[in-house]
Every structure is written in structure tokens, then in C-alpha cells.
């Protein structure tokens, strides 16, 4: 796959024909699509497997000793290979398959928090947290007595991390906090904070939902106890994510769901549980969604992960410059010039993000509007909305 030039550029031109949907229109116009950081696009080799598994191998995992349910299970496990050596777990005992980011967070904050977190505790979170942190969080907390504390984000939308050193304490269980954010673009320190949780006797927990995607991620360089990603954001399928846990951890925790799988003996009194990662995967699992996962993972390693992080940034830093000419636009994040990720979230003075998005889909420009699932952040900054591109170029640059 020929995809990086000499200097180690994407070809982009080349990689965009991989992408069957970047070829409609809309009232003649050829779709841009920038809404990357909501879902995606799927590479035609993602489809192709997924199609393969249900014309060749369809049958549910683990549970028939027939052709089909061998195949499908052996094709199921190497999937969770694939993704923990894409995210540098130890092995599959590590890498537990969810419908993505969000049932991570709602497995670890159940499964570990209601049992681990009591009165006197607290769980640090980050003022630019996705709700699927922040609320998850806030209501296990409160469940279990214990509270939450936010590490305040500044003007250019980073840490703290002066106040991140007061927050994090001896009573800190649990520090939660996103890679990459995913309205302000801002790459956090999380071996920092890694550090400073661990310092404390405290866990941490990294959604990756913005990072997995396109930088080079190691949860053991990184440090996290878990770290958790979505399928749809990494050209992969929907209802497939990942959570990494660290193996010591999973195996000292209780089950999140129950059911068939998740088991290794029942009787009418009691059940015993699966070994890592099957305790944490009740039910029929997404089996298609797995095999067009590690397609994903396969299809993103082979262009090269530092590769696509440069390209992002060199996305980003015109867009910012773009933006910058234009005195009522107010872009949320660092500014141009430092590291941040592909996406930008900018308000223009006295119009709604919506109608941005509404006359830039006109335009067969696709990009969110709203809060971005942060809106304690976006009140923080007094917008109620922002239109976000993620990977804007100029015409005919993005992917
Ligand atoms: N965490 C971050 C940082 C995210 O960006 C998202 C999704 C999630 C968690 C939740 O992921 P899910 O796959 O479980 O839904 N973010 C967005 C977004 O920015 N626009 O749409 C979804």
C-alpha cells in the first residue's frame, strides 16, 4: 500500500478512493466530509470482512463445536489480539470488546467504582470530560458517597496541572481524563497525570476516543490502569469499542453484566466466572463488528499511525491560520502553532452553529454542530454551540 510518499506525506488522492461513500454528491457538490470525530468513514476492506464473515462464516462464538462456530470464535479471539497489540496490551486478557467508549466508562465506573469508591473518596475528572465520562462518573459517585472534583482547563484550553497537583490527594480513588479532547483539540499529559494518580494509591482512566484513532498509542508507555476506545471513530464499525484494563485489575473485579459467556459453572444457587476478557463479555458478542475492527486496526497500521498524526496536525494548523484571518471567529483550544489534535471547534460572533452547519451542508460540507457532549465546558466559555471540523483541509485535502 503505497500510501506515504519520501517525505512521509499521505497520499491522500490514493487513500481517499479506499472511502466508497466520499464518492456522492449533493446538489452536484462532491461530499466533504468532516465529522470525523463523530463517526468515521469505512474503508472498503472493513466492509469487504464484515460482508465476508456473514457469506462465509456466520455462527455464534464459543458455543458450537460445528466448522462454522470454530471459525468464527478463532476469528473472534485473534480480533482481540489484533486490537490489544494495536493499543500495546500485554494480550487479549486485557482487551475486553464493548459497544464502544461509552459502555467502557459505564463498565469500569460500575463494575469497579460501586464496589470500590465509598465516603471520603474522591474521583477526579477534567472540566473538558465527554459526558460519557462526566455523567457516568458523577452518578457512580453519588451512588457510592464518594464525589467528584474537576482539574479546571485554562483560557488555551489545557490543564492545569497546578491544580491538577492540588486536586490529586490520598483520598483520590480514581482520576478520570480524556487523551485528546474532542471540542478543544488539546492533547493532555496523561503519562503525567498517570504518575501523579499512581503517586497517590489512585487508579486512572483514559478515554481514548479521540486518540486511538490517529496517533500511536501505548496504555503501557501511558500507564493507564484502563484506557478505553470507540470502533466508529477509527474506521471501524459501529457498536464495537474496546476497554483495556490492566490484567491484575479485571481479574480482582466483579462482572458489569450477566449471562451466557461470562460464566464458567452455574447451579440453581450460584455461578462462577469466565476467565479475561470473557467475564466482562455477557451474551452473543458483536462478532462481525470485532472481525471489522481488527481490519481497521490492520487497515490504520499499515498507513502508519505517526504518519496520520502528522498529517492531522499540518490539518489543523491551516485550518487555525485559515480561521485566524477572520476577527469573529473565536476557535476554542491552543492555538495555532502548538500540538493538538485534527479537530476545531470555533463560534462565530453572532451565529448559531447550527446555521453554520446548516449552510456549510448546503455546500456538501458535513460537520457537527452543538455541544459535543461538553457542555459544562462550552458553558465554561460562554458558547452554547460550536461547528466542529475534524481534519478540515482545503478542497480536496481531508479524508
Ligand atoms: N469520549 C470522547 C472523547 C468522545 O469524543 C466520544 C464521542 C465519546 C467518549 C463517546 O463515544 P461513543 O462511541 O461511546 O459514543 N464523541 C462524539 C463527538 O464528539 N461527536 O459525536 C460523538
Not at 464525589?147 to 491544580?163: A, F, P
Request: proline fraction near 5%.
Amino acid at each position: 500500500m503505497a500510501t506515504t510518499g519520501s517525505d512521509g506525506q499521505l497520499d491522500v488522492a490514493e487513500l481517499r478512493e479506499d472511502f466508497p461513500i466520499l464518492e456522492r454528491e449533493f446538489g452536484g457538490e462532491q461530499l466533504v466530509y468532516l465529522d470525523n470525530a463523530a463517526t468515521a468513514q469505512t474503508p472498503d476492506r472493513v466492509i469487504d470482512a464484515i460482508a465476508e464473515y456473514y457469506r462465509e462464516t456466520n455462527a455464534n462464538v464459543h458455543r458450537g463445536l460445528h466448522q462454522l462456530s470454530q471459525e468464527a470464535s478463532l476469528a473472534y479471539e485473534e480480533a482481540h489480539d489484533r486490537l490489544a497489540e494495536f493499543i500495546g496490551a500485554d494480550g487479549r486478557e486485557e482487551l475486553i470488546f464493548t459497544a464502544g467508549t461509552t459502555e467502557s466508562e459505564n463498565l469500569v465506573a460500575y463494575a469497579w467504582g460501586l464496589n470500590e469508591l465509598g465516603p471520603g473518596d474522591t474521583v477526579v475528572l477534567t472540566e473538558m470530560e465527554h459526558h460519557a465520562s462526566l455523567v457516568t462518573w458523577q452518578q457512580i459517585a453519588e451512588r457510592a458517597g464518594a464525589s467528584v472534583e474537576y482539574i479546571r482547563v485554562t483560557e488555551d484550553g489545557y490543564l492545569d496541572m497546578d491544580h491538577a497537583k492540588e486536586l490529586i490527594g490520598p483520598e483520590t480513588a480514581m482520576v478520570s481524563v480524556v487523551h485528546v479532547s474532542n471540542t478543544l483539540g488539546t492533547i493532555n499529559p496523561v503519562e503525567e497525570l498517570a504518575e501523579l494518580a499512581h503517586d497517590n494509591g489512585a487508579h486512572i482512566f483514559v478515554d481514548g476516543a479521540q486518540a486511538v484513532p490517529n496517533r500511536p498509542v501505548d496504555v503501557e508507555e501511558i500507564g493507564a490502569d484502563f484506557y478505553a476506545f470507540s470502533g466508529h471513530k477509527m474506521v471501524g464499525p459501529t457498536g464495537i469499542g474496546g476497554l483495556y484494563g490492566r490484567e491484575a485489575l479485571l481479574e480482582e473485579m466483579s462482572p458489569f453484566k450477566y449471562g451466557g459467556e461470562m460464566i464458567s459453572r452455574v447451579s440453581f444457587e450460584d455461578a462462577t466466572w469466565n476467565e479475561l476478557p470473557w467475564k466482562f463479555e455477557a451474551g452473543t458478542p458483536p462478532i462481525a463488528q470485532a472481525i471489522g475492527l481488527a481490519e481497521a486496526a490492520e487497515y490504520l497500521d499499515e498507513i502508519g499511525l505517526a504518519a496520520i498524526e502528522r498529517h492531522e496536525r499540518e490539518l489543523a494548523q491551516y485550518a487555525l491560520t485559515e480561521l485566524k484571518r477572520f476577527d469573529d471567529i473565536r476557535v476554542l483550544g491552543p492555538p495555532a502553532g502548538d500540538p493538538r489534535g485534527g479537530l476545531v471547534a470555533f463560534d462565530i460572533e453572532g451565529v448559531h452553529a447550527h446555521d453554520v452547519s446548516e449552510i456549510l451542508n448546503g455546500l456538501a460540507v458535513a460537520v457537527r454542530a452543538g455541544h459535543h457532549c461538553t457542555q459544562p465546558l462550552h458553558d465554561k466559555f460562554g458558547s452554547t454551540a460550536t461547528a466542529r471540523p475534524d481534519r478540515p483541509g482545503g478542497a480536496g485535502r481531508h479524508l
